[in-house]
Each structure stands twice: as C-alpha cells, then as structure tokens.
C-alpha cells in the first residue's frame, strides 16, 4: 500500500508549523503529504514545494488547488517551482471547485467546467513538455511573448469524478485524486472510465489517488458526530450527491474510516481492491492531536507492511 496524508496550508497554523507536520508525518512513514488549497490560507503549491525541500525523500502535492480562476501560465510557474524545489517530489494536484462556492467569493464569472478543465490541462501540457504555447480557446487565451520553457516532468491529477471530467482527466492528465469516492464509485465509474481514456489516448495507466476521512480512535461516536458537521457541505454539491447515492448512504460522513487500527485497515483494502494505486487518509485531525498521531502511525504501518 502507498498511504499518504493530507493537510490544509490555512492558518492558524504557521507554515513553521505545517512543515513540522510534514516532517512528524514522514517520520511516522508516512509516504507523501498533500496540501489542500482555501481562498485565505497559504498558498498550497508553496507550502507543498516548502514541505518536500525540508523534509528529504517525502513526497508532496497538493489536494486540491482549484483551477478556477487561476490561469494555467501562474498555475505552470508555481508548480515548476515546487518541482525543481523539491528534485521532482511534486505533483500538482487540481480541481474544478464548486461554482456555488467559489463565484460568490471570486465575482469572477464561472466558466463551463469540462471545456474549462480541457483547455487548463491541454495548456498545462504544452507548457510542462517545454512546447511553444499559442492558445486560443472557448474559456481561455493564452499567448506567452517568451520562447517555450525548459521541460518539466510535472506529474498532474485531477480531483475528478463525473464521467465527463474523467474522460478529459484520462486523455490529458496522469490520474484522479477525487475525495470521497467511495469502493463502489471507484470500482464502478471512476476506474473504468478513467482508464479507457487514458488507454484511448496512448497515455499510461492513470493514478487512482482515493482521498478518505480517517480517523483512528477509541471514541467513535463523538468523532462521528464532529465529521456529520464537518463534512455536511459535500452532501449539498451534486457530483458529491450521485456519490452518496452509488455508495448507498445519506451523508458524507457516512464514508469516513472511523474506528480502531484493524477497522480502518481494513476499510483502506477496500479502496484498494476497488482499483486505487494510492490512498490518502484526510480529516485526520478531526478529534486532536492524539488521534491524528495514532492515524499517521497506522499509515506508516500500512507503508511499511505492504499489505
């Protein structure tokens, strides 16, 4: 198994202090440590490129930084810079954020996601290969007076999970990184979707990068109750809602691992018989420090174990 983390780059924490988790995360095994992006927090390219440079050998990425409304030449310098930072430990992980959310944040108009998500990922491409970029597209135009860029072997996911953002996903990036996509969804839509893709567009297979709650702990109940409030917000976004549907239940938190070290392993297997190459434990911090230690030695353990 690969098990990795993921931690959000917002305050309060100080990026001192988010580094130290990184560090206190790979000194448990854990294998990688992913950044999630907020509008006010840190930049989580920046944090992420930080993070792999302080702490030698640990992987890092990012989970998710939203492309909207970031153009795609801002999106490419950040992440090189993580890159060459980091001797390649890098991946840039993106998502198409929710328009109920973001809009009235931004006041940027929302663009049509998919034909968004194609142009981000095609210009991405061309930039990350060291091509000349010359683009004009529907919700993008993207003309550099520079020459092409030295290559950059920038691996890129997408946190995507409909039919249609996983066929785009397939052709133009290297995997899926979608958060509570449970077993079904993984066996029944997202791995089978994104692979004919890739396998349609020559490209190799695809990372399956499952980002899970997870908690491991002793008070089950009251974690239960703190991830119902936590996680209510994605029962309210409809690629979340056909999730919950497939999986068979009501609520977000319902697809949590909450429990002691044998029920979340067990759980974590699932994932992987379902079709994912990697798992992320996210939400580890739900019930404090204590649990969230507890979470990452069970992680490291699985690193270790292989199985």
Same mark, same amino acid.
């Given at each position: 198994?690969?098990?990795?983390?993921?931690?959000?780059?917002?305050?309060?924490?100080?990026?001192?202090?988010?580094?130290?988790?990184?560090?206190?995360?790979?000194?448990?095994?854990?294998?990688?440590?992913?950044?999630?992006?907020?509008?006010?927090?840190?930049?989580?390219?920046?944090?992420?490129?930080?993070?792999?440079?302080?702490?030698?050998?640990?992987?890092?990425?990012?989970?998710?930084?939203?492309?909207?409304?970031?153009?795609?030449?801002?999106?490419?310098?950040?992440?090189?810079?993580?890159?060459?930072?980091?001797?390649?430990?890098?991946?840039?992980?993106?998502?198409?954020?929710?328009?109920?959310?973001?809009?009235?944040?931004?006041?940027?108009?929302?663009?049509?996601?998919?034909?968004?998500?194609?142009?981000?990922?095609?210009?991405?491409?061309?930039?990350?290969?060291?091509?000349?970029?010359?683009?004009?597209?529907?919700?993008?135009?993207?003309?550099?007076?520079?020459?092409?860029?030295?290559?950059?072997?920038?691996?890129?996911?997408?946190?995507?999970?409909?039919?249609?953002?996983?066929?785009?996903?397939?052709?133009?990036?290297?995997?899926?990184?979608?958060?509570? #996509?449970?077993?079904?969804?993984? @066996?029944?839509? $997202? !791995?089978? +979707?994104?692979?004919? =893709? %890739?396998? &349609?567009?020559?490209?190799? #297979?695809?990372?399956?990068?499952? @980002?899970?709650? $997870? !908690?491991? +702990?002793?008070?089950? =109940? %009251?974690? &239960?109750?703190?991830?119902? #409030?936590?996680?209510?917000?994605?029962?309210?976004?409809?690629s979340y809602q056909k999730?919950? =549907?497939?999986?068979?239940?009501?609520?977000? #938190?319902?697809?949590?691992?909450?429990?002691?070290?044998?029920?979340?392993?067990?759980?974590?297997?699932?994932?992987?018989?379902?079709?994912?190459?990697?798992?992320?434990?996210?939400?580890?911090?739900?019930?404090?420090?204590?649990?969230?230690?507890?979470?990452?030695?069970?992680?490291?353990?699985?690193?270790?174990?292989g199985s």
């Open positions: 198994m690969t098990i990795g983390i993921t931690l959000p780059a917002g305050l309060p924490a100080g990026v001192d202090e988010l580094i130290g988790q990184a560090r206190q995360a790979a000194g448990a095994g854990v294998g990688s440590v992913w950044f999630s992006q907020q509008p006010l927090s840190y930049d989580a390219i920046a944090v992420a490129g930080l993070a792999g440079r302080e702490v030698p050998g640990l992987a890092v990425g990012t989970s998710v930084v939203p492309v909207y409304p970031r153009h795609p030449l801002v999106l490419a310098s950040a992440a090189r810079t993580a890159h060459a930072a980091t001797g390649g430990r890098f991946t840039l992980g993106l998502g198409l954020g929710a328009q109920n959310f973001h809009q009235p944040i931004y006041g940027v108009e929302y663009p049509p996601p998919i034909r968004h998500l194609r142009e981000q990922l095609t210009v991405l491409r061309q930039v990350f290969a060291g091509e000349v970029v010359d683009f004009a597209g529907e919700t993008l135009d993207v003309h550099p007076a520079e020459a092409a860029a030295e290559p950059a072997d920038v691996s890129i996911v997408v946190a995507a999970m409909g039919p249609q953002a996983l066929r785009v996903t397939g052709e133009l990036a290297d995997g899926t990184l979608p958060f509570l #996509a449970g077993p079904r969804t993984l @066996a029944e839509e $997202v !791995v089978p +979707t994104l692979t004919k =893709a %890739a396998e &349609r567009a020559g490209r190799p #297979a695809p990372r399956v990068i499952a @980002a899970v709650p $997870v !908690v491991v +702990t002793g008070d089950v =109940a %009251a974690v &239960r109750q703190i991830a119902a #409030a936590e996680l209510g917000f994605y029962s309210t976004i409809p999730v919950l =549907a497939t999986e068979g239940v009501d609520h977000a #938190a319902q697809l949590a691992l909450i429990g002691d070290e044998e029920a979340v392993a067990a759980g974590v297997r699932q994932y992987y018989e379902a079709g994912a190459t990697e798992v992320l434990f996210a939400q580890t911090g739900l019930n404090g420090p204590a649990d969230r230690e507890r979470t990452w030695r069970l992680a490291g353990a699985l690193n270790s174990s």
